[in-house]
């Protein structure tokens, strides 16, 4: 990595934008009854990643699914319209307005997102731009079933996960809402299975600790853990309920998928893929609408891999399809968030 330290759902909490205090305990029923309103992605999808560049440098590429070698790749550098410098995570949330991190004007202390509407190009401006009290080098983010924004970088360096609640229909700084700290050491990739609870990465795990799971209702109470990976990186469940991750060890590098039934304490991985890999540094995951699995490697030589896994299932042997760069990607050394739609 060149710096230290999924599509989402649910209707938005409609708290008040910007108030500190103001915690939100899901309930499992009523994240699954948010989750049952999901509008199924349509086929024709774009696959977006970032360069994690400075001023003046691309930040965002996107393409058409599925991804080739040889394909028209758009290319959007920072520039005054925009605002992106180090752009690194990226998500699109419940109304198709996508979320990218960004060092913003306190050059990442508070870090910043930028939300723009589709279709991205060059002249775009953000529809708005939050500054999160609290961040300092932001990671990754992501969204519960309401639309609560979840995000690592925490001011604590690194071991804290903020939430910051809406509505966000107006620009301005948001203060967190909840704080995470218990069980996590240097949080990393996130996500929320389909019950509400919540899963954080530890990117200085020590096999022990890989993977800190908050069950519903979130509170900064003890996690419980999955394990066997060292520097795990983003996480994603599929539409079965299967959860991958990484090791991005130096000894390792493999991609792999703790099942549906076996994400309970202490669970190893089920499945570990090595194949094809070599010295990556999966960053973060995202599927196609047919269930391709892509993910964004900001490791020795940056690339985007994706996976046939709407043909082919996961398996300890199945390689990637595709390990995609170009001169831009070479140039930056990072490709750090990824997202479809």
Not at 11 to 17: G, K, R, V
Not at 243 to 254: I, K
Request: hydrophobic share 40%; with cysteine; aromatic share 12%.
């Amino acid at each position: 990595m060149n710096r230290s330290f999924a599509v989402l759902t649910g209707a938005l909490l409609l708290t008040a934008c910007g108030e500190s205090g103001m915690i939100s305990e899901t309930t499992p029923n009523a994240i699954a009854s948010a989750a049952s309103s999901i509008v199924p992605l349509t086929d024709a999808q774009k696959v977006y990643w970032t360069l994690d560049g400075a001023s003046g440098i691309s930040q965002v590429q996107f393409a058409n699914v599925p991804l080739r070698a040889r394909s028209k790749v758009t290319t959007i550098d920072s520039n005054s319209n925009n605002m992106l410098v180090f752009s690194s995570d990226m998500r699109f949330d419940a109304e198709g307005r996508m979320w990218i991190y960004t060092f913003g004007r306190y050059g990442g202390n508070p870090g910043s997102v930028n939300v723009f509407d589709l279709p991205l190009t060059k002249k775009s401006r953000p529809r708005y731009q939050f500054v999160l009290q609290g961040t300092n080098g932001l990671t990754h983010m992501t969204f519960d079933a309401f639309g609560n924004l979840w995000v690592t970088g925490g001011t604590q360096c690194c071991t804290a996960v903020l939430e910051y609640t809406g509505p966000f229909n107006k620009s301005g700084t948001l203060l967190p809402a909840m704080t995470l700290t218990k069980g996590i050491q240097s949080p990393w990739g996130l996500a929320f299975d389909k019950n509400g609870n919540f899963y954080v990465s530890n990117s200085a795990s020590d096999m022990k600790h890989s993977i800190a799971v908050f069950t519903a209702p979130i509170s900064n109470r003890q996690p419980y853990f999955l394990t066997g990976l060292q520097r795990p990186g983003g996480l994603i469940f599929d539409v079965a309920g299967n959860l991958y991750a990484s090791d991005n060890s130096t000894s390792l590098s493999a991609i792999v998928r703790y099942n549906s039934d076996h994400l309970t304490a202490g669970a190893q991985p089920d499945i570990v893929d090595p194949t094809g890999l070599h010295g990556i540094y999966e960053e973060n995951f995202a599927f196609t609408s047919a269930g391709d699995l892509y993910f964004s490697n900001c490791g020795r030589h940056a690339s985007i891999y994706w996976y046939p896994t709407s043909k082919k299932p996961f398996a300890a042997g199945l390689a990637p399809s595709l390990n995609y760069t170009n001169h831009y990607i070479n140039g930056v050394a990072c490709v750090w968030g990824i997202a479809i739609k």
